[in-house]
């Protein structure tokens, strides 16, 4: 990012707040332990108690602290966002690259799959793997990035198209560099911008889509600290502590649209209009 | 040429569902062992007796290879023919049928109310772009966009059926229930998916116009000297709908996502909700079926925007 764009950005007000915001959420995950010393996973008093001077949050429907495992899903969400989503872009970000690149049968292959998959909702797909394997953790990263990687391979496809009609890769073909070079040493350095507004478009689809699978008991699994799961477990008792529903929708609802905004405003700063929209 | 276009179009729709539907029978019968190993728990497997396993097997017709089970599956699928539950026996359309007219009922509501909605705000920010009501309206779909449905439900419920209780929290109408009685019975839950929809079809349509209304042909009507609310109405806005449609068509499957949730927090009775039941209980008929028919309404909302966009841009046919 040069200098430019980062003035570019710093004149978006709403930008630079929801980086801000991006940021807090990073450090409260980061920091947890220190924040809220309490385990996330220990009864530390009476089910539903009120907030108090040490429970600043009262405690959960086990009696966990709650302001601790409020702290910790964000732990879990940031990771599991980002892991699905660094694997989603560097899966179909090659993917898309080298459909552009050879064409053919194998860009005919890749559309198909990419077809077939928009066809099938998302958390339908899940569904069908937690059916068949059960819940685990890095099964539904893997799905999750598997989802996420058939948007990726669409605006990596088309930026490839783009590529492959540019000076310097057909130099390269001339020069007879190797396919597999062409894309890792010509093609993706100039997708690199592209496939970060990606990441960040991604991850923050992977957190909603993983917060709706866990508040429908298809996700994280207890007792696994998760945002999705505690607005699930808070809404029995929604009416007398409506906190425990509140704090864990404002925390994920807050992130989202901070990475959102951020990374609209970082797509517009460097010049990319590509990258909005998009499932 | 028109009528290879159509033709063209139903093949890609009809391969399509074809893959899909090996892609179903390979995730929920071949990768995770096989049908036996799915609808039982391990510890029941390991209780069981081996004869009374290979008998099992047998009944199931798992001890076929499993290109043949596919072709049987293939063929069910296309006649429809959705089989029979493992545990209790009932046929499995019985079961499907009515949550899936109801799924389907909450999803046209929801387009009904969505789409001219987003439409108006679509366009009057992409007129106004950059100025406040522009800021206004791309603001709140970005939020709308960014936060999940059950948080957006579940703040209609804490402010309508709690803090001023005008609307019900769940829904009482019965799986049945004419489908009149069933929406009125589930305000909340139109409610809720339709604010997603809006935001997420208010960002499509605003950028297509952004797009449509920066287009040469637009700025020679702009020299012109055509009024501006004429070039809206009677040039641009045709030329936006077409790609439109096409995005209206992709968020189908999103749409699906969407609806299950939102059944789920208001007790709705649709496809989401037995689509869980069938999941924690390890029925596989069930769960392929809603698959396909999920599926099968995703490619026909595709299919038919290609078609319409064929008949209302000849430049499509070549």
Redesign the interface.
Same mark, same amino acid.
Do not use: T, W
């Given at each position: 990012m040069t200098n430019e764009t980062l003035l570019r950005l710093g004149r978006r007000p709403?930008a630079v707040t929801a980086l801000t915001v991006v940021a807090l959420h990073l450090g409260a995950a980061v920091f947890a332990p220190l924040l809220s010393p309490a385990d996330p996973y220990a009864m530390i008093g009476f089910p539903l108690m009120p907030p108090d001077g040490t429970n600043l949050l009262g405690t959960d429907e086990l009696g966990r602290d709650f302001l601790t495992r409020l702290l910790h899903g964000g732990r879990t969400a940031l990771l599991v966002a980002f892991a699905s989503g660094a694997l989603a872009v560097g899966g179909g970000g090659l993917a898309g690259l080298a459909a552009a690149r050879y064409g053919g049968w194998v860009d005919d292959a890749i559309c198909? /799959?990419v077809? *077939?998959q928009?066809?099938?909702?998302?958390?339908?797909f899940v569904?069908?793997?937690?059916?068949?394997?059960g819940q685990s953790l890095p099964m539904l990263v893997l799905v999750v990035a598997l989802l996420m990687s058939m948007g990726v391979v669409r605006t990596a496809r088309a930026q490839g198209l783009g590529l492959m009609e540019q000076g310097f890769v057909k130099a390269a073909i001339l020069r007879g560099e190797t396919g597999f070079s062409i894309i890792l040493r010509e093609m993706l350095p100039n997708a690199a911008e592209l496939l970060a507004v990606e990441l960040a478009l991604r991850s923050?689809s992977a957190l909603?889509?993983v917060?709706?699978l866990s508040?429908?008991?298809?996700g994280i699994s207890a007792p696994t600290p998760d945002w999705?799961l505690m607005?699930r477990d808070g /809404?029995t008792s *929604?009416?007398t502590e409506?906190w425990l529903?509140?704090a864990p929708?404002a925390m994920?609802?807050s992130l989202?649209?901070a990475?959102?905004?951020a990374t609209?405003g970082v797509a517009e700063a460097l010049g990319l209009e590509a990258a909005?929209?998009g499932? | 040429m028109l009528f290879g276009a159509i033709l063209r179009r139903l093949l890609l729709s009809g391969l399509t569902m074809l893959l899909l539907s090996c892609f179903v029978f390979l995730a929920t019968e071949v990768l995770p062992g096989d049908a036996l190993d799915m609808t039982l728990t391990a510890d029941e497997l390991s209780a069981m007796p081996p004869e009374a396993l290979e008998q099992k097997r047998r009944e199931l017709g798992l001890d076929r290879p499993a290109v043949e089970r596919l072709g049987i599956f293939l063929g069910d699928m296309a006649r429809l023919d959705f089989g029979t539950t493992v545990i209790t026996g009932a046929p499995v359309a019985d079961i499907v049928w009515y949550p899936f007219r109801n799924s389907l009922a909450l999803a046209g509501a929801t387009l009904a109310i969505a789409l001219p909605l987003a439409l108006v705000l679509g366009i009057a920010a992409a007129v106004w772009r950059g100025r406040a009501a522009d800021g206004a309206v791309s603001t709140a779909a970005i939020v709308g966009y960014s936060i999940p449905e059950f948080v957006i439900g579940t703040v209609l419920v804490m402010l309508f059926s709690v803090a001023w209780p005008i609307f019900p929290a769940t829904v009482t109408a019965n799986t049945r229930a004419p489908l009149s009685e069933l929406l009125a019975a589930a305000p909340l839950a139109v409610a809720t998916v339709v604010i997603g929809s809006v935001a997420y079809l208010t960002r499509i349509l605003r950028a297509g116009m952004i797009e449509t209304l920066a287009s040469d042909a637009m700025e020679r009507l702009r020299l012109a000297g055509i009024p501006k609310a004429r070039i809206v109405l009677v040039h641009a806005l045709p030329a936006a709908i077409l790609p439109a449609l096409t995005a209206a068509a992709l968020y189908a499957a999103a749409l699906v996502s969407g609806i299950v949730v939102v059944e789920l927090l208001f007790a709705y009775p649709g496809i989401g909700q037995e689509m869980v039941r069938a999941v924690t209980m390890r029925e596989t008929p069930v769960i392929q079926a809603i698959a396909i028919l999920a599926a099968a309404v995703v490619v026909a909302a595709n299919l038919a925007a290609d078609l319409s966009m064929l008949a209302l841009d000849p430049r499509r046919r070549g």
């Open positions: 709403a198909r /799959l077809d *077939m928009l066809a099938l909702p998302s958390i339908l569904s069908l793997f937690v059916a068949g394997f923050s909603l889509l917060s709706a508040f429908l008991s298809l999705g607005i /809404l *929604m009416r409506p529903v509140a929708a994920i609802s989202v649209i990475i959102n905004v609209e909005r929209g499932a | -």
